[in-house]
Structure formats: C-alpha cells, structure tokens
C-alpha cells in the first residue's frame, strides 16, 4: 500500500520545468477595458492552483487564455514540456486540456454519456472504444447508472459532474476550471468539492480552479493567486501547506480557519478595503 | 501495489432530484387529461354545424346560396371520385413544393452560416421573394416556366420556403457560446462542428419553421391554382372550386373546402408530431410541467 503520496503535497516535488509559463500577459478588449495586466505566472505538473479575486479582476479571462480561447494582446503563454509544432498551433486542438465552464454547458440532446463521448468523438476515437471510456469517466465521478439520462433529467450538481467527467475523458494534462460550482447549493458544492480532490489525487493532472470564495479555494489547493480588479492583476501568490487528503475534519480544523483568515486578509488588501 | 480505486457516491443529495413519473388514470387508452382538448372543439363543431343547418333550413335558403352541412357532407360522398382525384393532384404539389423548400432552405442556412458575405449577398432576394404577392407574380412565372405542374410548384416553394430558410439561420446562429468554445478547443473541424452541433441546436427552430411551411405550401398550390385558372390543364382542389362556382355548383364548392382544410390540418398534425417525436426527450418546448 503506497498511500504515503497522499500525506505529502503533491507538485512540490515537481518544481522543476512549469507545465504552463504565462509571462507578462496582458489583454486588452476592443472596448478599451484592460482585463489582465502584466501577469508572470508558472503553473507546476500536478499542482493544484486557485485563482482568488473579486468578479472582474480578469481571472476567467487569464484562464481562457490559458486554454487558447483569445490570444493576450501582449505577452507569452507557453507550454515549455511541449514540442515545437505543438506550440506553433496553440488554443486549436493541440492543447492536452480539458475545460469546465461555469455552466455545466453539456449539448441538450445528447444523453450523459453521449456528451462525455463528445471529446473522444471529435478525435476520432472508435465508438465502442468511446463509449467504455466515457462509461468509466463517468462512474469515476459517481454517475453510474446515469448514462441515458438527459441533461434535463439531471440536478444541477449532476450536470455538473457530467461536465467534469467530459473535460477528463481525454486525460488531460491540466484541468481548467471556471467558477464550476458558482451556481451550487452549499451541500452539493461540498461534495463536488470533495469528490473533485478525490479525483485529482487519483488522477494527479494539473488542476487550475477560478473562484471567489476563499473558504473553497484553500479547502482545495496547494497554491493560491490572488487577484484584483481594475485593472486585472496578480496580488499575491500564497502557499497552502496542509496535508492531503483534506477531508471534513480539515474543514472544520483550527488550521483551516487560520489559513482562511490568512487568505481573507490578502483578498482585502488586494481590493484595497 | 496501487492505491485502492476510489469509488466516489453515486446516490448523494443531488441523485434524488429525478423527476418522479406520474400515473395517470387512462380512458380508452388515452390519459384522462386528454379529452377535454378532444371533446370541447368536437361538442362546439357539432353544435355550429347543427346550428347551420337548422338556419338553412329554417329559413329555405336555397343550396346555390348557402348549402346546409348535410348536403355538403352528401355531396362530398358523391362527388369523391373527381373530388379525391383533384386532392390529390393539389397534395402532390404541396409535399413536393414543401420537400424542395426544406432542401433549398436548409441548404441555403448552412451556406449562410458558414460564410457571411453570402448571407449579406444573397438574402436581401430571399426577403424580396418572401414579401413579393405570389399572386402577383405568378401570372408571369406560369408564362416563364411554360409548364402548369412546374410552374404550380415554383409558386408553392416560394411561398413555403422562406420560413424554414429563417428560422434555421436563427437556430445555427443560437448555439451555446461556451459549446462553440468548447468544440474550438478540441480542434473539431468545421463539418464536426457543424454536424454534432450547429445542426443538432437548429433543430427546435427548423421544426417551428416547418410547421408554418406545410401550411404555407398548401396555400401557396391553391392560389396558383386559383391563379393559373381554368386555362391550364391542371385538375386541383381550386380548379374545381372554380369550374363549380361557374355552374352555381355551390355545394360541391363547399365540399372542396372541406378537402382543402382538412387536408391543412392533417399536414398540421403531421408535423407536429415530426416535432414532438424529434424533441420531446429534451426540449423545454416539449416538455410538460407540473406547475
């Protein structure tokens, strides 16, 4: 039983070559609006890293950027472990990523599993291939038994494991996330929660998770990056060193609430109030 | 060796919001909720046409002004041989001008979908056709195309197609943004993205737009029919409502009619029901509620 891996921060021991480079990205919109400004920032194999800010301090938008949907007006995001023609072709397909939005955003038509087969689909995977890999991925994230089920048959939360089983099915390197649970009551987000880091332990890919809660971003992560607005910016860069796995007795540790504490003193002084 | 598999809870809190299925007490094999949308146009229907036929009789209005139901209804039984061959020259047009209104149509929203500068080009005509009386111009079309059967068909597709070429540039144009997105980033290609999603969204507003075209084209083939006249060697339901109403036949008049609404309403049914069996497992417009 190697169970020692979980006691031990994973990514630490990877600081090597970043999996993502971002240096000194900025974008500005047709409209003038500045929404990142000068962001440097690498992004370790098998971390799990929080983007933290106020809504509109750019942090969707540096994580869309990451994923190559929209170029930075100036500035590099680079992928230094990938090869060159690889790089030559970013945000069209070349990416080893997998994206999940703050909707669960699965095609209405299609059945649970049709929509995970969607990735495997579009790469050309063989159907039987595909459909054993998404039946899988999808009782990975507990949705086993749902496989004809329409989207509109499901709860919010399931929706939103349909949306994390499709952004995995392919593997992925890096997981982005966008505000995923934004929109959930607090006991399914607890639980998502929860089962998100059982799959990253599991899985162990690079998981960036854009949100605005503190108490959520130091529950899951290893590293912070706190953000503000106007114009979107990088404020702090803050370690969390508790041990995994973090389970309910973490949430409700002495720790947990100073580690918050300290993250919510940061956010403050990043909006500046 | 390996760290055990994790086996995360497949029945949490949210695995119970499934919608529970209902039992409804069925009647004749229909649920019970049914009938009254059965049975209150039916009792109205017969309580107008009893209604009629008392007035025509009451007060001897002669049958070449206003006919009574019951000799309408005896007329049509009479008349079915001429009458049913007619119908069906008039449905053969109107499927036919449908079937190349959804082709033309769908083909020409896709094309406009993938390229701009042909949509800013070419619909602009497509409205001028739309907006065009089509009695208007068929005169000239029936001179143009200098065959009555064809020429029917031209007036009937131009009268049908536009709502279906409309309504499925809305629906390509109305997919999830973050879908969209989310093809771009597994690198789908343009045909991928066009056949698993832009097709696939189109769908609910495609059918709406079928559902006014099959009415649309019925019309479109009387009126040419009206329009092209006794002069042509067609035999449709309004040639024969013409050749009546010349000989003061006004029942078999009357008995046309009829053929000709019901004939819309059954296209109606139809692709209403296209429409529900394409979307009823997951459109919100299919979709029965409880409050």
């Known amino acids: 039983m190697d169970t020692a891996y979980l006691s031990t921060p994973p990514g630490k021991e990877s600081a090597g070559t970043p999996l993502v480079a971002v240096r000194h990205v900025s974008k500005r919109f047709a409209n003038g609006t500045l929404a990142v400004r000068d962001v440097d920032l690498e992004l370790g194999a098998g971390q799990f890293i929080s983007l933290l800010g106020p809504s509109g301090c750019g942090k969707s938008t540096l994580l869309r950027m990451i994923a190559g949907l929209g170029a930075p007006s100036s500035g590099t995001i680079t992928w230094p472990g990938e090869t060159g023609e690889a790089q030559g072709s970013a945000g069209h397909g070349a990416r080893d990523l997998g994206f999940v939005f703050q909707d669960p955003t699965l095609m209405p038509w299609a059945s649970a599993l049709a929509n995970v087969m969607l990735p495997l689909k579009l790469k050309g995977v063989a159907r039987a291939e595909a459909e054993a890999r998404a039946a899988e991925m999808l009782a990975l994230v507990g949705l086993k038994g749902f496989e004809t089920s329409y989207p509109r048959e499901l709860s919010g939360g399931m929706k939103m494991r349909v949306s994390i089983a499709r952004a995995l099915v392919m593997r992925p390197k890096i997981l982005l996330m966008d505000e995923p649970f934004a929109a959930l009551d607090e006991i399914t987000r607890h639980r998502l929660n929860d089962d998100l880091l059982a799959l990253w332990e599991r899985e162990r890919f690079t998981a960036v998770f854009v949100t605005h809660s503190v108490f959520e971003s130091v529950y899951l992560s290893q590293r912070i990056v706190v953000m503000a607005a106007r114009p979107g910016r990088v404020m702090a860069d803050l370690s969390v060193d508790a041990a995994y796995p973090r389970d309910e007795l973490f949430r409700t540790s002495g720790e947990y609430a100073r580690l918050c504490r300290v993250a919510s003193t940061k956010l403050k002084e990043a909006i500046g109030r | ?291």
Not at chain 2, 201 to 218: C, D, T, V
Not at chain 2, 238 to 256: D, M
């Open chain 2, 1 to 291: 060796m390996s760290a055990p598999v994790e086996t995360l809870r497949p029945d949490g809190t949210d695995a119970q919001a499934l919608p529970v299925a209902m039992a409804e007490a069925r009647i004749l094999g229909l649920p019970a909720s049914v009938w009254p949308r059965i049975l209150a146009p039916l009792v109205i229907g017969v309580v107008v046409l009893a209604l009629w036929e008392f007035a025509v009789r009451w007060n001897g209005i002669p049958s070449y002004v206003l006919p009574g139901p019951i000799l309408v209804g005896q007329t049509l039984v009479a008349d079915w041989g001429t009458l049913s061959g007619s119908l069906w020259v008039t449905l053969k047009i109107t499927f036919m001008a449908l079937a190349a209104a959804i082709v033309v149509g769908v083909t020409l929203a896709v094309l406009f979908s993938q390229s701009k500068w042909l949509e800013m080009a070419l619909l602009p005509y497509a409205v001028i056709l739309q907006v065009t009386p089509i009695v208007a111009i068929a005169p000239l079309i029936i001179i143009w195309a200098n065959d009555i059967d064809l020429s029917l068909l031209i007036c009937a597709w131009i009268v049908a197609f536009f709502p279906i070429l409309s309504n499925t540039i809305l629906g390509l144009n109305s997919a999830d943004h973050n879908l969209v997105n989310l093809f771009e980033l597994y690198g789908a290609s343009r045909w991928q993205t066009m056949r698993y999603l832009k097709l696939p969204a189109a769908l609910p507003y495609f059918l709406a737009g079928l559902k006014i075209s099959g009415g649309l084209a019925l019309i479109g083939a009387v009126v040419a029919e009206f329009v092209a006249g006794t002069g042509g060697s067609a035999s449709g339901l309004a040639y024969r409502i013409l050749e009546a109403g010349y000989q003061l036949k006004i029942p078999r008049v009357f008995a046309a009619l009829v053929m000709i609404s019901l004939s819309g309403i059954a296209i109606f049914l139809a692709t209403s029901l296209v429409s529900y069996l394409l979307l009823h497992r997951w459109h919100e417009s299919a979709i029965r509620r409880e409050n």
